[in-house]
């Protein structure tokens, strides 16, 4: 089973950064497009970013546009989401997971959702 496990969330002050990391464990992670999402609460899951297996494609939400980068080592079998100027809004646990392309809205995920890590914006 293609499991992942993000890791990096925490609390931070509004204009701080975190980066977060999705690991893979079973699997090489170079085969695949992964995607970050988040859950706050009481709302839907969104997609936040996701990159292609060669890394050449990526996307990013509107609402973190230009705040943070999605990149992947592949020797490390680990994606990484660098976040930047955070915002209180951004507050929700995020989540990795396999995807079949590179797309915000993936139809479906491949495996199953972790247990995602904790990001907290708050002063």
């Known amino acids: 089973q293609l499991q992942l496990v993000e890791s990096g969330g925490g609390l931070v002050q509004p204009g701080g950064s975190l980066r977060l990391s999705c690991t893979a464990s079973?699997?090489?992670?170079?085969?695949?497009?992964i995607g970050w999402f988040r859950q706050a609460p009481g709302k839907e899951r969104e997609g936040v970013s996701c990159?292609?297996?060669?890394?050449?494609?990526?996307n990013y939400a509107d609402s973190v546009k230009g705040r943070s980068t999605i990149s992947r080592d592949n020797a490390k079998n680990t994606v990484y989401l660098q976040m930047n100027s955070l915002k209180p809004e951004d507050t929700a646990v995020y989540y990795c997971?396999?995807?079949?392309?590179?797309?915000?809205?993936?139809?479906?995920?491949?495996?199953?959702w972790g247990q995602g890590t904790q990001v907290t914006v708050s002063s």
């Open positions: 997971a396999v995807v079949p392309s590179a797309e915000l809205k993936p139809a479906y995920i491949i495996g199953s």
């Open positions: 990159i292609s297996s060669s890394g050449s494609t990526t």
């Open positions: 079973g699997f090489t992670l170079a085969r695949y497009a």
